[in-house]
T-cell receptor
């Protein structure tokens, strides 16, 4: 099976709290790509990060960080010191390139950051 | 400014009418995609095109049609055969499948309401 599970449907935090969005993926392919996208209320998805399956290094970009663990098939996303502008729906996605192109999106996690 | 344009932002149609959604990109990307998003759900792939004059069905192609006559343009027609066409439609583009699966860049979306 090939799928992406974002078990958290909605998360609500108070500004300045840290928050982690979970993403678990399933694939038997050895080469694959993982992505996170942000969808603010305007509706347009914004690309945040791309990782390939051979690069397990964690990444930090400002207040954002990503933890990729192949052993648990997870690619979690942490926002440090959350801000109201972080309120959005966040999608994790799995990109596969065998037998034809395919990007599989999770159902998304809606994050509310309250002032 | 490079990007993806979708028009119109809101579209209303009567049941039984075909309607065409516009998508234009000036990013010089080879690949273009159409997704459908229903409330509280992730993105589902309708059609994609890796190159001009070629396109492939996605997971939910029934009731939809596309064309790719120019690199910049990938219009989607929602036909009267689509049983539940009311949804948010997102167009995206990427550099394609060379050297792996790449991130996609999204347009602002078209919200279609059919009554």
């Amino acid at each position: 099976a090939q799928k992406v599970t974002q078990a958290q449907t909605e998360i609500s935090v108070v500004e300045k709290e840290d928050v982690t969005l979970d993403c678990v993926y399933e694939t038997r392919d050895t080469t694959y790509y993982l992505f996170w996208y942000k969808q603010p209320p305007s509706g347009e998805l914004v690309f945040l990060i791309r990782r390939n399956s051979f690069d397990e290094q964690n990444e930090i970009s400002g207040r954002y960080s990503w933890n990729f663990q192949k052993s648990t098939s997870s690619f979690n996303f942490t926002i440090t010191a959350s801000q109201v502008v972080d309120s959005a729906v966040y999608f994790c996605a799995l990109g596969l390139n065998t037998g034809g192109f395919k990007t599989i999106f999770g159902a998304g996690t809606r994050l509310f950051v309250k002032a | 400014d490079g990007g993806i344009t979708q028009s119109p932002k809101y579209l209303f149609r009567k049941e039984g009418q075909n309607v065409t959604l516009s998508c234009e990109q000036n990013l010089n990307h080879d690949a273009m995609y159409w997704y459908r998003q229903d409330p509280g759900q992730g993105l589902r792939l309708i059609y994609y095109s890796q190159i001009v004059n070629d396109f492939q069905k996605g997971d939910i192609a029934e009731g939809y049609s596309v064309s790719r006559e120019k690199k910049e343009s990938f219009p989607l027609t929602v036909t009267s055969a689509q049983k539940n066409p009311t949804a948010f439609y997102l167009c995206a583009s990427s550099t394609g499948e060379r050297e792996g699966v790449h991130e996609q860049y999204f347009g602002p979306g078209t919200r279609l309401t059919v009554t």
